[in-house]
């Protein structure tokens, strides 16, 4: 369904942006929609109105239909700009006096009064405190199908064409009341009032091909009852005295008279959308005809034993989180008892080493004529995996010469020589840090550790949101990005809760419908294929994935 506006009339009052006076931005805009079925006289009151704006317009003919054809098969949209003027006849023949009506006091001179041509002029009158506005008005295709389906169909498919539109003012139900209320218009009529419920408040109906001639009072009682029972039934299923107006379809009327009651009746329409409050079109709530609510049953009955299904497969797989969560304690625990043992400053003995030498009259000798205190002595401790963390010399008499390694080191050695003809010692204790001499375990523990405590804080997430699902206190799925089993129940079971939730819903929104029409949704046919398609769509609308 296309927009289409008309963007190349002359006539200024009918495109604001050749307005003589003030800008856009300082111009009201009034946004009414024109709905009805083919021929019941939508283009024809579009052109009355651009008429009404500017009388020196032609009517452009080539829009009207003729018979059952339409001539608009996409929305038309046009703007018209207008003070609201009243149009008033005066009476050349009376010194161009304004036309007293009192006059009128019988159908003869009522008939008399629609006949005259020359002697009559009319002319606008502004109504003090007026100011420019421009009126946006919607020329939709006529609704003209015979089940409440295609009825839903067609108007949903208007919807689209207004998506630049924000909200909505007015709402014109064309009603011709040459066409007698058959189910099939009635079935229309109601699906328009029904289905949007929000929009009730700025429908009026509009009695089309409604002769000028029988507005007389009394003149044709027979039409008057006709129009007085078509306007009760749309106060009965509107539930609500619904505004009516009527209004003469004749283009090719062109007498004062005929000009004046047609234009002011216009005025009116128009008016009436300056005064109603407007209905913001994404606020706008859609209200489940019964062929939709049949829909949603089947669905409602499909997915309520999904999501017990669902369900129990939650907490089956709460139970397996549950040993899961157990046993990864058990590793946690086994890990931080290995840590408790191994990561300390605890010393580990690396290596002990000792020389005694010297003292005794053997020794003094040796000494004396050996040479025995003059030898050097070394001690190591060779290349380790890890450094030495402490060292612990005690000696006595002795002479280090050099010495390697040591604290911070992984290696140590000395050379020393003992001073004669005295007793020496030299005592060396090196040990390492329980941690230092661990230090590889260690690292792969804490590790392995951090691992565990990930898993464990994971898995206890999963079993909390699976119990939350279970007990109905989870609204949202989980916002996790990981598509594990856990997370794809419970997105399932939600996704599910949500569907339940819309099919017991007695209205959506007016955006999810377009979207549900859209996809092929409440368009009648075979019923199983309609509540196929609607779970596929709210499967997408509610991101529901599938599990593993």
């Known amino acids: 369904m296309m927009l289409k506006d008309n963007q190349d009339s002359p006539h200024h009052p009918l495109h604001p942006a050749l307005s003589s006076s003030g800008t856009l931005s300082e111009t009201p805009m009034y946004n009414i929609l024109l709905l009805g079925a083919t021929q019941s006289g939508k283009s024809t009151l579009l052109e009355f109105i651009k008429q009404y704006a500017d009388p020196s317009y032609v009517a452009n003919r080539s829009r009207i239909g003729y018979g059952n054809e339409s001539h608009t098969r996409d929305v038309h949209v046009e703007v018209v700009t207008t003070t609201l003027p009243v149009y008033k006849l005066f009476d050349r023949k009376d010194g161009n006096r304004e036309f007293d009506t009192t006059q009128l006091k019988d159908e003869r ?35 003209n199908d015979t089940t409440m389906e295609d009825d839903i169909t067609n108007i949903a498919k208007i919807f689209p064409a207004l998506s630049k539109i924000d909200n909505f003012h007015l709402i014109v139900i064309m009603d011709s009341h040459h066409v007698p209320l058959f189910p099939s218009q009635k079935s229309a009529f109601t699906t328009c009032f029904d289905l949007f419920e929000d929009f009730k408040s700025l429908m009026t109906v509009v009695h089309t091909k409604s002769p000028n001639h029988n507005r007389f009072p009394g003149l044709n009682k027979f039409f008057d009852t ?21 209004i003469d379809c004749d283009l090719e009327e062109t007498a004062p008279a005929h000009l004046c009651m ?66 990864t304690e058990l590793e946690i625990e086994k890990k931080n008892k290995l840590l408790q043992e191994h ?3 605890d010393l580990l003995l690396l290596s002990e080493k000792r020389f005694d030498q010297g003292g005794g009259p053997i020794n003094w000798i040796m000494d004396r004529f050996g040479g025995q205190a003059d030898q050097v002595h070394t001690m190591e401790l060779l290349e380790q995996d890890h450094t030495i963390d402490n060292l612990t010399v005690a000696q006595q008499a002795i002479e280090v010469l050099d010495q390697k390694g040591g604290r911070g080191e992984t290696s140590w050695s000395v050379r020393f020589k003992r001073h004669a003809f005295k007793p020496g010692y030299y005592h060396v204790v090196l040990s390492t840090y329980k941690r230092t001499k661990f230090q590889k375990e260690v690292r792969q523990w804490k590790w392995e ?14 079993r909390d949101a699976l119990n939350e699902v279970v007990e109905n206190k989870a609204i949202e799925s989980p916002e996790k990005s990981s598509t594990s089993r856990p997370y794809d129940l419970c997105n399932k079971a939600v996704g599910y809760r949500k569907i339940l939730d819309f099919t017991e819903a007695e209205t959506l929104s007016l955006d999810l419908f377009l979207r549900l029409v859209d996809a092929g949704v409440y368009q009648g046919g075979d ?8 779970e596929e769509q709210l499967v997408k609308e509610f991101g529901i994935r599938s599990s593993k």
């Open 109 to 143: 001179s009522f008939k008399k009064f629609l006949a005259r041509d020359d002697d009559l002029e009319l002319r606008p009158e502004e109504v003090p405190g007026s100011t420019k506005m421009r009126f946006r008005i919607f020329d939709t295709p006529g609704l």
């Open 226 to 246: 006709k129009l007085s029972q078509r306007s009760e039934f749309f106060n009965r299923i509107a539930g609500r005295d619904v505004p009516t107006k009527r």
């Open 262 to 327: 047609t234009w002011n009746a216009i005025r009116e329409i128009l008016e009436i959308a300056t005064i109603k409050p407007p209905v913001a079109k994404k606020m706008a709530l859609v209200r489940k005809m019964p062929t939709m609510i049949a829909v949603d049953r089947k669905l409602h009955k499909i997915c309520d034993r999904e999501l017990d299904f669902t369900l129990q497969l939650c907490q089956t797989e709460s139970g397996k989180l549950k040993m899961d969560i157990k046993l």
């Open 343 to 345: 990561d300390t400053d």
């Open 449 to 462: 550790l951090n691992q565990w405590n990930k898993a464990l804080k994971g898995t206890k997430e999963e």
């Open 527 to 534: 019923i199983d294929l309609q509540v196929q398609a609607l």
